[in-house]
C-alpha cells in the first residue's frame, strides 16, 4: 500500500469517527431525559433538548457546505469538529435546563458542518467505484449508531451519569482531530472574504429559522392558528423570497439556484426529503401501535424497531458495491418501490396483526431506504462540479432533515385531530390515518424517482 493510500485510509477512519459521534449523539439523549430532566428539574423545557439541536443543525448545514467550497474542506470541518467538542463539554457540565439548551444549540451547530463535510471529503478523495463502496460505509453509521446509542445511554446511566453521554465525545474527538489533521493533506485555493454572501445566509438562517420554529411549536407550545405561529410563517415566506432574489444576483451565492436546474440533483434531493418524511412517521408511529394497540412493552417496541436499522446499513453497503454495475437509478428506484410497498404493508396493519408482520415491513423500509441513499449521495457528488461539490452535499443534508421536521409536525397536527382519549380504538385510528398519508408519500415518491434522467453512457464516474 503507497504513503498516499495510508493515508486516505487513516482520513476515513477519523472521519468515521467524527460522524459516529455525531448519529450517535440523537440516540445516546433520548435515553438519558429521564435522568436529565430528575438533575436538572426542567420537565417542561425537555423537548428543547432536541428540538434547539434539530433547528441548528437544519439552518448551518447548507451554510457549511457552501464555507467548504470556499475555504476548504479540512478547516471547515476543524470548525465543526472544535464546535460539537465544546458543546459537548458544555452540556455535560450544565447545571440547569435552560443552560443544556443553549449548550445544545452549539452542539447542533458543529453538527451542521460534520455530516456533509464529512460526506464532501470522501467525495473528493475517492472517485468512481469506491465512492460509492466508501459512501455505503459512511451511512452506515446512522443506522450503527441508532442501535448502539441506546445501550451505550443506559450504560452510563445506570452505572456513572447522564452527563457522560457527553463526555465520551471528547476522546473520540480527539482520535478525530489527530488523524484528519495529521494525515489530510489538502490543496485548496481559498476565495477572498468580499466573496462570501453574508446576505444570503442571514436571510436564509432568518427564514428557516421561524419556520422550524412554527413547526418545532406549533400544536403544542401554540395553536396553529395563533398569531405567533402566523407570524412566524408570515416572517419565513418573505426573508425565503428575499433570500432567493439574492441568490440571483451574489458573485458566490451561499445555495447556488443551479443545483436546483439540474435533474441528477433535484430529483435526489426531492427523494431525500419524501423519504425521510417516511422514515420520521415510522419511527415515531410504529413504537405507539406495538405498544398502544398490541399491548407490548417500551423495551420491545424499541427493539423492534432494529430490523429496519439493520437493513437499512446492509442495503447501503450492497447499492454502493454494486451501482456502477447495474446503475444508480436502478436502485433508487428499486428503494422507492421497497419503500412504497413498506407503507402499503404498513396501512393493512391491525389490531390482531402479528409482531411478524410489523418486522417484515421493518426491513422492507429500512432496505429500500439503504437503496435509495448512497446511491443517490454518489449522484449528487457526480453531477455537481468539484467547486460546489460541498454545498451540493450539504443541500442533500439539508432536505432529508427538513423532511423529517416537516413530518412531524403535519403527522401530529393529524393524530391531534383524531385521538381525543389516549384509548386503544381512538390511537388506532389516528395511527391509520397517519399510514395513509405515508402510503400518499410513498406513491409520489415513486412518481419522482420516474423523472431520474436515464444514462445513455456510463461511465465509471457516473451513477446513473
Request: hydrophobic fraction near 55%.
Amino acid at each position: 500500500m503507497s504513503q498516499k493510500q495510508t493515508n486516505r485510509t487513516v482520513v476515513t477512519i477519523g472521519l468515521l469517527s467524527a460522524l459516529f459521534i455525531g448519529a450517535l449523539d440523537s440516540t445516546v439523549v433520548t435515553t438519558a431525559t429521564t435522568s436529565i430532566v430528575k438533575d436538572l428539574q426542567g420537565l417542561s423545557l425537555i423537548g428543547w433538548i432536541f428540538s434547539i439541536y434539530t433547528l441548528t443543525t437544519c439552518v448551518t448545514t447548507p451554510i457549511f457546505g457552501k464555507l467548504a467550497d470556499l475555504f476548504g474542506r479540512k478547516s471547515i470541518f476543524t470548525i465543526g469538529l472544535s464546535l460539537f467538542l465544546i458543546g459537548s463539554v458544555l452540556c455535560g457540565a450544565a447545571e440547569t435546563m435552560t443552560q443544556l439548551i443553549w449548550f445544545r444549540a452549539i452542539q447542533g451547530i458543529g453538527a451542521g458542518a460534520l455530516t456533509p463535510v464529512i460526506f464532501t471529503i470522501i467525495g473528493d478523495m475517492y472517485t468512481g467505484e469506491q465512492r460509492g463502496k466508501v459512501q455505503g460505509v459512511l451511512s452506515s453509521m446512522w443506522s450503527i449508531a441508532g442501535l448502539v446509542g441506546p445501550f451505550v445511554g443506559g450504560y452510563f446511566v445506570d452505572t456513572i451519569s447522564w452527563r457522560w453521554i457527553f463526555y465520551m465525545n471528547i476522546p473520540i474527538s480527539i482520535i478525530s482531530f489527530v488523524l484528519v489533521l495529521g494525515f489530510m493533506h489538502e490543496k485548496f485555493k481559498k476565495v477572498s472574504r468580499s466573496s462570501i454572501d453574508y446576505l444570503g445566509a442571514l436571510t436564509f438562517t432568518i427564514s428557516i429559522s421561524s419556520l422550524l420554529l412554527a413547526l418545532l411549536t406549533g400544536g403544542e407550545t401554540y395553536a396553529w392558528d395563533s398569531v405567533a405561529i402566523v407570524v412566524l410563517f408570515a416572517v419565513a415566506a418573505v426573508f425565503l423570497v428575499i433570500f432567493l432574489y439574492i441568490e440571483t444576483i451574489a458573485k458566490e451565492p451561499m445555495l447556488p439556484l443551479s443545483l436546483f436546474r439540474e435533474r441528477r440533483l433535484t430529483i435526489p434531493y426531492v427523494l431525500g426529503f419524501f423519504g425521510f418524511c417516511i422514515v420520521a412517521g415510522v419511527t415515531i408511529y410504529i413504537p405507539l401501535w406495538i405498544q398502544n394497540v398490541m399491548g407490548l412493552s417500551a423495551t420491545l417496541s424499541g427493539l423492534m424497531l432494529m430490523p429496519m436499522s439493520l437493513a437499512w446499513p446492509f442495503a447501503s453497503n450492497l447499492s454502493g458495491r454494486y451501482m456502477f454495475r447495474f446503475g444508480a437509478r436502478r436502485f433508487m428506484l428499486l428503494g422507492t418501490i421497497m419503500v412504497a410497498c413498506g407503507a402499503l404493508w404498513l396501512f393493512t396493519l391491525h389490531e390482531g396483526s402479528s409482531y411478524w408482520n410489523v418486522i417484515g415491513l421493518l426491513v422492507l423500509i429500512g432496505f429500500g431506504m439503504g437503496c435509495i441513499n448512497t446511491p443517490a449521495i454518489v449522484t449528487i457528488q457526480n453531477s455537481a462540479a468539484d467547486n460546489m461539490r460541498g454545498v451540493a452535499t450539504s443541500t442533500n443534508s439539508f432536505m432529508g432533515t427538513l423532511g423529517q421536521t416537516v413530518a412531524v409536525a403535519v403527522f401530529g397536527m393529524l393524530f391531534n385531530r383524531i385521538v381525543v382519549e389516549e384509548v386503544p380504538s381512538q390511537m388506532a385510528a389516528g395511527m391509520h390515518a397517519i399510514f395513509i398519508l405515508l402510503v400518499a408519500i410513498a406513491l409520489v415518491k415513486i412518481f419522482i424517482a420516474g423523472l431520474l434522467p436515464k444514462a445513455s453512457k456510463v461511465k465509471a464516474a457516473e451513477a446513473v
